[in-house]
């Protein structure tokens, strides 16, 4: 890898076949009924992704420092912060909105609850919490309940730079 910012189409185009099996399962195509599988495929290709920008700035590092390189982890923290935060408070804080409009004062409030979880990035634990199988679902019982897999991918996140840290 050249740089940390090379596009790549191979990685494009995994990218567009999980969302096509998660927009095809939603959809209740019977062939497509694996949507938990383009959901592990986004998780497979950021862990990639991510990991490939850590060895790339680990070993600019060690061009520079005489073979020592390291990672920085405040960096790598902020870069996720700047990238993700944003666009999470934007949907979390409008969602609450438009169901405090649209809904009663009960549900509205405890979606705004849930919404919490979504933006702390715990909702997978909120779920389990709740005793919830995503899998028997009659009605969806979370406007927030699609940030699980953010949320498992945000705690790999949190942990995964530690790996490359040295003790």
């Given at each position: ?152 991918e945000e705690q790999y996140y949190l942990l995964a730079p530690i790996a490359f840290a040295e003790l």
């Amino acid at each position: 890898m050249d740089s940390v910012k090379s596009w790549r189409k191979d990685i494009e185009g995994l990218r567009g076949i999980a969302v096509l099996l998660v927009v095809a399962n939603h959809l209740g195509i019977g062939l497509f009924q694996g949507g938990f599988v383009g959901v592990d495929v986004f998780f497979v290709i950021s862990g990639f992704v991510i990991t490939q920008q850590m060895i790339y700035e680990y070993r600019a590092s060690s061009k520079k420092n005489n073979g020592f390189g390291r990672i920085s982890i405040i960096g790598f923290y902020l870069r996720r912060i700047r990238r993700i935060i944003p666009a999470s408070f934007f949907v979390t804080a409008s969602v609450i909105l438009l169901e405090y409009i649209a809904s009663n004062v009960l549900k509205a409030t405890q979606n705004a609850v849930e919404g919490l979880w979504a933006f702390s990035f715990l909702m997978n634990w909120h779920l389990i919490f709740q005793s919830l199988d995503y899998f028997h679902l009659g009605k969806t019982p979370s406007n927030f309940i699609h940030f699980w897999s953010l949320a498992v991918e945000e705690q790999y996140y949190l942990l995964a730079p530690i790996a490359f840290a040295e003790l």
